[in-house]
């Protein structure tokens, strides 16, 4: 294991027909199974040795996850992941064994082998069947990963959720945190406003070149920039940002400023109407107004959403991450808060895009699927790549997120499907 435990394990059949397990070590392995990782030391008489430098690796490799972690909840999570959980042993087409910890997927194994594998997967096959990613290893496979030669091509940001390996996860964070880093400022960006127009404050009551300084040395981050990668793909959280900032500034006010403050957005808040719109949506200050939902993104209840004052067409309501906003956010004085009615529309429409290898029947399987699941087939269109796959795009009514997450599990579990996202255009 990553731990430096040794062991040989075996389970066997007794006199009585009751299994018994055995387990056979060398006497180090048996004290650095008892002692833990300082036993090398004490079996060598506490002598270094060439041969130590390989064994402390994973010690190395704490310390740089330590690094490439923002949140100390998280390396503590990686950490145990690590050093307690079960491993798979699995077989890569030449023979070679691959470790992983219980429950690792495709993905796992492809970072394992290499980075650049992982970031090019698109599929894998398990004992020579086509697996979804989502397929749990089992010890004694053989496992192949299909890649694409497409050079733009990396992770989904749904692998995070989906990987079992700190290393998997941590390679797919530092894909997104290098490829995407100009989408991810700008994401950042974005987010931050968005929680400093929600919490009340202005960018210059809160960003002070002082407290910015310590929150970043915080952090391990050089310059703002910086700051608004890693909220934009994920790894912090603009209200956690916002709120440490927020308390910063408390401290340079006096109590009865901030309750002054405080009572006159309850009373704003309090005064101001709800008005909900055909769409289902609530813009704020405004009445009566045109509204539509984006149709580069098709946002549907349950999603995180911001408007955009369009001109001559109302307010144009997009999910927070979609890549457009990145755009619309230069314009910042149009941007205006919108959120979901308590009731509106009965139905929505999503799309979402089946990424396959071609068999006989799959898109009749398919289309039961969201027959079973009572929804209503929009339009469908399927067509093949250069790479001999099939990309299925189908356009479905739906009536919130739950719905649609739940559809998308259910298809990712068909034989063949490689991949089932939502469609951002």
């Known amino acids: 294991k990553p731990n430096m435990y040794q062991s040989l394990h075996t389970t066997l059949i007794g006199p009585d027909g009751l299994p018994f397990e055995a387990q056979i070590r060398t006497w180090e392995m048996h004290k650095v199974a008892e002692i833990g990782i300082a036993a090398h030391w004490k079996y060598k008489g506490g002598k270094s040795d060439p041969e130590f430098e390989n064994k402390i690796e994973w010690i190395r490799n704490l310390l740089n996850l330590q690094n490439d972690t923002r949140d100390p909840s998280d390396f503590v999570e990686t950490f145990k992941m690590d050093l307690f959980t079960d491993e798979v042993y699995v077989f890569t087409p030449k023979?070679?064994?691959?470790?992983?910890?219980?429950?690792?997927?495709?993905?796992d194994f492809a970072y394992a082998i290499h980075s650049a594998i992982g970031n090019r997967m698109i599929g894998a096959k398990v004992n020579s069947e086509i697996k979804p990613l989502t397929y749990k290893l089992k010890t004694g496979e053989i496992v192949e990963i299909i890649t694409t030669k497409d050079p733009n091509h990396g992770p989904s940001r749904d692998w995070l959720n989906i990987v079992k390996s700190s290393e998997a996860k941590s390679k797919i964070r530092q894909w997104f945190k290098k490829e995407r880093r100009e989408e991810n400022i700008e994401r950042g960006k974005t987010m931050i406003e968005k929680e400093l127009k929600k919490q009340g404050y202005t960018h210059a009551q809160l960003f002070k070149a002082d407290w910015l300084e310590a929150l970043l040395k915080r952090y391990n981050l050089n310059t703002l920039d910086d700051l608004y990668n890693v909220i934009g793909f994920g790894e912090m959280s603009a209200q956690k940002v916002v709120t440490r900032l927020?308390?910063?500034?408390?401290?340079?006010?006096?109590?009865?400023?901030?309750?002054?403050?405080?009572?006159?957005?309850?009373?704003?808040?309090?005064?101001?109407?709800?008005?909900?719109?055909?769409?289902?949506?609530?813009?704020?200050?405004?009445?009566?107004?045109?509204v539509r939902l984006a149709r580069c993104c098709n946002p549907v209840p349950?999603?995180?959403?911001?408007?955009?004052?369009?001109?001559?067409?109302?307010?144009?309501?997009?999910?927070?991450?979609?890549?457009?906003?990145?755009?619309?956010?230069?314009?910042?004085s149009r941007l205006i808060d919108v959120r979901w009615a308590d009731k509106g529309k009965n139905?929505?429409?999503?799309?979402?895009?089946?990424?396959?290898?071609?068999?006989?029947?799959?898109?009749?399987?398919?289309?039961?699927?969201?027959?079973?699941?009572?929804?209503?087939?929009?339009?469908?269109?399927?067509r093949a790549t250069k790479d001999n796959y099939d990309v299925i795009d189908i356009m479905i009514e739906i009536s919130d997120r739950n719905e649609l997450e739940k559809l998308i599990k259910r298809l990712k579990s068909v034989e063949n499907v490689l991949s089932v996202s939502r469609t951002v255009k």
């Open 246 to 290: 927020r308390d910063e500034y408390l401290k340079t006010v006096t109590d009865k400023e901030e309750l002054a403050k405080q009572e006159a957005k309850k009373e704003t808040k309090k005064d101001e109407p709800i008005r909900y719109s055909e769409n289902g949506i609530i813009v704020k200050g405004i009445e009566n107004c045109l």
């Open 95 to 107: 023979g070679d064994v691959i470790s992983l910890p219980a429950g690792s997927t495709p993905i």
């Open 347 to 382: 139905s929505y429409v999503a799309e979402i895009e089946i990424t396959a290898v071609d068999r006989s029947k799959l898109l009749l399987e398919i289309a039961n699927i969201i027959a079973e699941a009572q929804l209503n087939m929009k339009a469908i269109n399927a």
């Open 302 to 332: 349950g999603d995180s959403i911001v408007g955009y004052v369009t001109r001559g067409r109302g307010v144009s309501v997009h999910r927070s991450d979609c890549p457009n906003v990145a755009t619309l956010a230069e314009m910042e």
